[in-house]
Structure formats: structure tokens, C-alpha cells
């Protein structure tokens, strides 16, 4: 249509002419109909994973399984794909898990974890948990990320998000003599239907064969601890 050019109803015929009243109501139900059309849903996640993935650099002593897949630099869709995705959008939470060849043709089998706990809607932090086992040996990890609308990916400490955590609060009262005096690990996974994060005790290796040579069940002496997401201190707190 040409600048400036009107349609004018007075030069249809009368049978396609309608009058200015049904006109409106018709202007008004398509304007509802458009605005409660639901917008859709941004993949917001599967944005801050992929962006994660392409950025990272596996170190060579790193066996992950996703941390193979990476080394062979597969793109992030061939990557999660052969890893069994569950990416969870409504919740911001996914999980990766699957098994990849190590070099000596052994294999790597874990599962990765992710959540997003936002601060507001330009602010939030990244979980990352990794448990795997390699070469006959397990393992865990947790990685925190710092997302913020516009700036760098920026890697935090452990410490800047969660409070201190005595051994006494992942240990039963009297622990058997193989844990006595040990420092243990924590690690920490996201939870996928709220937002807590569970603190676990991790045991050196050595221990734990002690552990288990003298007929101790670490998974009887040790006890999670839930951590509740503070977004206003954007911080994690002991308590739910």
C-alpha cells in the first residue's frame, strides 16, 4: 500500500461491509487474544550451560565424562546429547548423565548437575556439581558461578556463599575411630524442585578403605545439611 492511501468502507460492497460498532469489538477481542497469547519461553538455561561449555577448558588431569566430551570438541548439543540431558527450564535445574571412553578405552561414568538461584531478575548464581567415577576412583566437585545481565561469567568461592560447616554438622555424635580426627570434604548438590542446596560429607579415599576394612558405614555416621537460598544476601544459610 502506498504512503498516504486509505481503504475506504464506503467502496466495498454492502454485503462485506460491516458496521463501525462490530469493527471495534473485533479490534478489542483481537488485541485480548494477543496479549493473553503466552510468550515463549526463553531457554534461559540451556543458554547459561551452553555458554558455560563453550567457554570452558578442561584441564588434561579433568575425566569427567563431560569434560572428555569437551576435549573432543563436540559442540554443546552433541555433547549433552550423548549424555542423557534432563534440562528442567521451568525450574532452572538440569542434570547430565552418562558415561564417556577414557583414553586408555576405560570409562568415565558420572552425572552433572546445574541450578540456577537467583538474586533478582539481573543477578543470580550457577551450581555446578560434577560425581563421576574414573579409573577406580570417585568423585565430587562443586563449581559456583556469579551470572549477571550484561558483565562476564565471574567464577566464587565457596566461602562467599555458604556459611562454615563443621565437621559435626555432617558427622553423628560418636563416629567410629576411622573418622576420628579426619577433615572431611563437602560437597554440594542443587536441588532441582526448590531452592535449598544439600551439603554431603566427602571422605578421602584412603579413609574410606579403613572405613570399610573395619565394618564402618560412612552413609549410617554421616547426615546431610540443607542450606536455604537467602536471594536478598545472595547466599546460601544454614536452615530452610
Not at 37 to 56: C, F, G, N
Request: net charge positive; proline share 8%; glycine share 6%.
Amino acid at each position: 500500500m502506498s504512503a498516504g492511501k486509505r481503504v475506504s468502507l464506503v467502496g466495498l460492497p454492502a454485503a462485506l461491509r460491516l458496521p463501525a460498532l462490530t469493527l471495534s469489538v473485533l479490534g478489542l477481542l483481537c488485541g485480548l487474544l494477543l496479549s493473553a497469547a503466552p510468550a515463549p519461553a526463553p531457554d534461559a538455561l540451556t543458554t547459561v550451560l551452553q555458554a558455560q561449555y563453550d567457554a570452558w577448558r578442561p584441564v588434561d588431569a579433568d575425566t569427567t565424562p563431560l569434560a572428555l566430551l569437551r576435549k573432543q570438541a563436540l559442540d554443546w548439543r552433541a555433547a549433552s546429547g550423548q549424555l542423557a540431558p534432563l534440562i528442567d527450564e521451568g525450574h532452572a535445574y538440569a542434570e547430565l548423565r552418562g558415561v564417556a571412553a577414557l583414553r586408555d578405552g576405560r570409562q568415565s561414568v558420572g552425572v552433572w548437575r546445574a541450578a540456577v538461584y537467583r538474586k533478582n531478575a539481573a543477578e543470580a548464581v550457577l551450581v555446578l556439581n560434577d560425581d563421576w567415577c574414573a579409573a577406580g576412583l570417585c568423585k565430587s566437585r562443586t563449581r559456583f558461578v556469579l551470572l549477571r545481565a550484561g558483565q562476564p561469567d565471574a567464577p566464587l568461592a565457596e566461602s562467599q556463599l555458604v556459611p562454615h560447616i563443621a565437621d559435626s554438622d555432617l558427622l553423628d555424635p560418636d563416629p567410629p575411630a576411622c573418622l576420628k580426627g579426619v577433615t572431611l570434604g563437602v560437597v554440594y548438590l542443587p536441588s532441582r524442585f526448590d531452592v535449598t542446596l544439600t551439603a554431603l560429607a566427602t571422605v578421602p579415599p584412603a579413609v574410606r578403605s579403613a572405613c570399610e576394612a573395619s565394618g564402618a558405614e560412612l552413609a549410617l555416621v554421616t547426615r546431610p545439611l540443607r542450606l536455604g537460598w537467602n536471594a536478598a544476601a545472595r547466599k546460601f544459610t544454614k536452615g530452610w
